[in-house]
């Protein structure tokens, strides 16, 4: 081989394998985001979701994505009616970790679970530890720690403005048409009325809570295949609504 064959081959192999190094750092920011993802002691800041939701939107052979670094909604490549409210996302946002701490000690024995849906945050409370079977008379002795601890926590600053729903939910058992509650409906708004009436004894205030039934349709398990799922579905959702779900 000549050497100018060589010099021209040399040149025509530089940068052949640069686009390695993009691939290798976008598997592992990848990486680091699911592991980010998957720690129950940190949360996920829906508010950042959004904005990385956001800044993909428009990829193609035309357009990049926008730049993902925090600042002024015009730096984010958006405007403001583009984008969620900041301040209601961070308030919810702050009033999620404090949920996760306050509750930590229910959430390990699967008394509360906490989430955030396209509603606002929601804190489901176990049916099967506040109410005795096919009953909508609340267990204080296992409860009433909670419920106090919910109702300081609806107070907190961070949601103090915030509309609250109380939403029952009962597997699909059937009740006892002759008895207090003929269907699943009436058992479902009397538990989420009982536990309005213990939130508002322990000192929140009544005039921001909503309260409805839902029978056995919105259910977690779905079909219900034995005792654990039927007691799964059993629960009242206390949902702190975002102003749009108000």
């Known amino acids: 081989m000549l050497p100018d064959q060589r010099v021209r081959r040399r040149k025509k192999d530089i940068g052949k394998d640069d686009w390695l190094l993009t691939y290798a750092d976008m598997v592992t920011l990848l990486m680091i985001f699911?592991?980010?993802?998957?720690?129950?002691?940190?949360?996920?800041?829906?508010?950042?979701?959004?904005?990385?939701?956001?800044?993909?939107?428009?990829?193609?052979?035309?357009?990049?994505?926008?730049?993902?670094?925090?600042?002024?909604?015009?730096?984010?490549?958006?405007?403001?009616?583009?984008?969620?409210?900041?301040?209601?996302?961070?308030?919810?946002?702050e009033a999620r970790r404090m949920a996760v701490s306050e509750f930590k000690p229910?959430?390990?024995?699967?008394?509360?679970?906490?989430?955030?849906?396209?509603?606002?945050?929601?804190?489901?409370l176990a049916g099967d530890i506040l109410f005795q079977r096919a009953s909508a008379e609340v267990n204080l002795e296992?409860?009433?720690?909670?419920?106090?601890?919910?109702?300081?926590?609806?107070?907190?600053e961070e949601i103090s403005n915030r509309k609250v729903r109380l939403e029952g939910h009962t597997d699909s058992s059937p009740t006892d048409a002759d008895g207090p509650w003929p269907t699943n409906w009436e058992l479902s708004s009397a538990r989420s009325a009982a536990v309005l009436h213990y939130l508002v004894d322990y000192g929140a205030n009544e005039a921001?809570?909503?309260?409805?039934?839902?029978?056995?349709?919105?259910?977690?398990?779905?079909?219900?295949?034995?005792?654990?799922?039927?007691?799964?579905?059993?629960?009242?959702?206390?949902?702190?609504?975002?102003?749009a779900h108000e």
Not at 46 to 62: H, K
Not at 209 to 219: E, P
């Open 142 to 156: 296992r409860s009433r720690n909670t419920l106090q601890k919910l109702a300081r926590f609806l107070n907190s």
């Open 106 to 124: 229910e959430i390990q024995n699967r008394f509360v679970k906490i989430k955030e849906d396209e509603r606002g945050l929601v804190i489901s």
């Open 208 to 243: 921001r809570f909503q309260i409805a039934g839902f029978a056995d349709t919105v259910k977690l398990k779905e079909p219900e295949l034995g005792e654990e799922d039927r007691a799964e579905n059993r629960r009242v959702d206390i949902v702190i609504l975002k102003e």
């Open 34 to 93: 699911f592991i980010l993802l998957m720690n129950p002691d940190n949360p996920i800041d829906s508010q950042r979701i959004e904005l990385i939701v956001q800044s993909f939107q428009g990829l193609g052979t035309l357009r990049g994505g926008n730049t993902l670094s925090e600042g002024v909604l015009a730096e984010l490549g958006n405007d403001v009616s583009a984008m969620p409210s900041t301040t209601q996302g961070r308030r919810l946002n």
